[in-house]
């Protein structure tokens, strides 16, 4: 009897120190709901009599990496607990506030589209002919740009994004892009040398980021006062790179010269010593004294010098 008595103590007296010193598993489903903004233990553990807050949540959710949330955990559980694990179902967790309207859900993030409206926002104009995604994974649960910068017709996106496994990268895409405006092309084949005028070009909408292309001043081709440098085929687009301005003056040309001093204007003739244009600075040789005038070129042609021209 006495026995037996001894057998059943030691039985419970083990029972019992198991439960007393088994080490205490707590386990974290992948998705947890708050009926409020404040993500809390009792969120995790609804049994826990002691709650404590985690975080707040702003954006109707919170994607923590178990890592992340882990260490977060142990923080506040290591006051009620001498001993215990934490079991995470997945490798992320999505604290996800829920009203009654509200449907449970993880979204990823639509890559393509994101990337479009965020070029729309950085210049509406452009239109989006490609993007190459293959340096982006294929779940992404968020993503933010960094930077964006141009080069003719290739966008660079530099991206933080958050993979479905909570890995953060910063990676760059590449888009291809098309810029449609309005600008003047030949209207037929022209040969170097052509003085352009109005009826030489028409207006044509053209990608303007396939060429590095630099817009001419049409009132100067109005008045035919450019030439090509080199021939050109009809369709393409009029660059002023090819464009020469003719100088309203050549070298070698006489010019009226106008001296203004305190009041008094004397004039005399000069033989231009360079090509020029109304209103470039130009020196020019007295045809009698054969000193040297500088002053400012006017239609005319005149050149205009006052105090600030000078004479040699």
């Known amino acids: 009897m006495i026995r037996l008595i001894k057998i059943i103590f030691f039985s419970v007296m083990l029972l019992v120190s198991s439960i007393v010193f088994s080490k205490m598993v707590f386990t974290i489903p992948p998705i947890i709901v708050s009926e409020d903004r404040i993500f809390s233990l009792k969120d995790i553990f609804p ?22 949330l882990s260490k977060i955990l142990y923080g506040l559980m290591s006051s009620y607990y001498s001993d215990f694990d934490l079991v995470f179902e997945e490798s992320t967790v999505t604290v996800v506030y829920k009203n009654e309207n509200q449907h449970i ?24 002919n490609s993007i190459d995604l293959k340096v982006l994974p294929e779940k992404v649960l968020s993503a933010e740009v960094i ?12 991206l933080n994004i958050k993979d479905d496994k909570n890995n953060q990268k910063t990676l760059t895409v590449i888009a291809n892009v098309s810029k449609y405006e309005k600008v003047l092309v030949y209207s037929k084949d022209l040969t170097r040398g052509t003085i352009l005028n109005e009826e030489l070009t028409e207006p044509a909408t053209k990608n303007v980021l396939s060429i590095n292309n630099k817009p001419v001043d049409l009132e100067l081709i109005r008045s035919g006062s450019y030439e090509l440098t ?83």
């Open 105 to 128: 859900d993880v979204h990823y993030i639509e890559l393509e589209n994101f990337l479009q409206q965020k070029i729309k926002e950085y210049d509406n104009s452009l239109t989006v």
């Open 47 to 68: 049994e826990t009599k002691s709650d404590r807050t985690i975080s707040y949540i702003v954006n109707d959710k919170i994607i923590y990496s178990e890592k992340e």
């Open 230 to 312: 080199k021939d050109v085929k009809k369709g393409e687009i009029v660059d002023s790179i090819y464009l020469r301005r003719i100088p309203d003056v050549k070298a070698g040309d006489i010019v009226t010269v106008l001296v203004e001093f305190e009041g008094i204007t004397v004039s005399t003739l000069a033989r231009a010593m360079a090509n020029a244009n109304f209103g470039d600075t130009l020196s020019v040789r007295n045809v009698e004294s054969g000193n040297i005038i500088t002053g400012k070129l006017k239609e005319g042609p005149i050149l205009m010098v006052s105090l600030g021209g000078s004479q040699k």
């Open 147 to 158: 930077r964006i910068f141009q080069s003719y017709d290739k966008l660079y996106v530099n």
